[in-house]
């Protein structure tokens, strides 16, 4: 039987899904082209709760505020758990339904934990030990494969019970059209784990050459009265805005300060889909992206390294052309809805044809 036929035969008259399939999402902004094409392709009941911008740049009591809200909703919603039978949930709301589980008050027999990784060292014991809530049918859905090695060793999680699915475009719309870069600088944008302090240090050696970097408010590290005079520091714009500086850009760069987690990724997705030229740290989660030489440089330490290749794509703008033009055509072969769309299937296919 195909799968549009099997989720035919899974719903009711009224459409409501009746195979014991949840899908948990933390707010209508939390992956929501996923969380769409996993509701609709897999025959997913949808649990929304309350709006909590998970991808934006917040307080940690902001983000703790937005949690509560949420487990708020879930124990509210519990009647609906309790006839699941697969359950994913984005975000670490899923440690929640773990402890539900424990305690009698849901019985699913699989869980996914989705869209989660740990953004600094420092949180590994916390999440060493929320993972002790695991049983046999709870798995986590990462977006490197660097990070299955990594939270095997420092959260105890089995190999077993991680699945790489690699963080793509599930928008399903078209890249924009190639346009020639108009900008005379270099840029760099994003959050999380970001080493701006070391790209600007980069930038002190190349006085002649701009930078302009997108962050936060909440990256305390970058201190604007203290910035040469070539870097320029733009914070919480539009993602209009944010992309419009990324086209224009001569090259793109990420600077990441920790080796652990996923970060950078949906930075990346955009640099590639404009066909830029991305230089990155050489960690883990960035590596499945950018292959050294062919579709971007990695490097191992921004200071060093970076003015070097600046000068080189100063000196050879070609280059950068080369570059963006591969970084695209691997978008397109393994970051593409897609390309997203089968690898989430063998992903979730074992459980839900049990």
Known sequence: MTLAAELADSRNPDGHVANGRVLVQPGHNAFPDMAAFIAETFGFDLLQLSDFEIHRALSKWAHLRGLIRQSIDLLCALGRLRRCRVVVAIGPISYLIKLLRRLGLVRYETSFCLGWHVRSPRWFPVFRALS????????????????????????????????????????????????????????????????????????????????????????????????????????????????????????CIIPLK???????????????????????????????????????????????????????????PAVAEALGTAAYERYCRYFSFRAGGEALRRILAPSLAA
């Not at 798995?139 to 963080?167: D, N, W």
């Not at 992206?289 to 971007?296: A, C, F, H, L």
Request: with cysteine.
């Open 132 to 251: 002790r809530l695991d049983g046999s049918g709870d798995h986590y859905i990462v977006f490197s494969e660097f990070e299955i090695p990594l939270y095997e060793a420092h959260l105890g999680i089995a190999r077993e019970r991680m699945h790489f699915l690699p963080y793509g475009d599930w928008s399903a719309t078209e890249p924009p059209a190639p346009e020639p870069a108009s900008g005379d600088y270099y840029f760099a944008g994003g959050y999380s784990n970001r080493d701006y302090p070391a790209l600007i240090a980069a930038f002190r050696a190349l006085p002649a050459t701009r930078l302009v970097i997108i962050c936060s408010a909440l990256n305390k590290e970058v201190v604007d009265g203290e910035l040469p005079a070539n870097v320029t520091v733009l914070r919480d714009v539009p993602g209009d805005v944010f992309d419009r500086y990324v086209r224009d850009a001569k090259a």
């Open 258 to 316: 920790h080796d652990s987690g996923a970060s950078g990724q949906s930075v990346m997705l955009r640099l590639m889909k404009h066909r830029k030229a991305i230089i990155a740290t050489d960690f883990g989660s960035v590596r499945g992206y950018v292959v050294d030489g062919e579709s971007g440089f990695l490097v191992a330490d921004m200071v060093r390294d970076v003015p070097a290749l600046v000068e080189r794509i100063e000196r050879d």
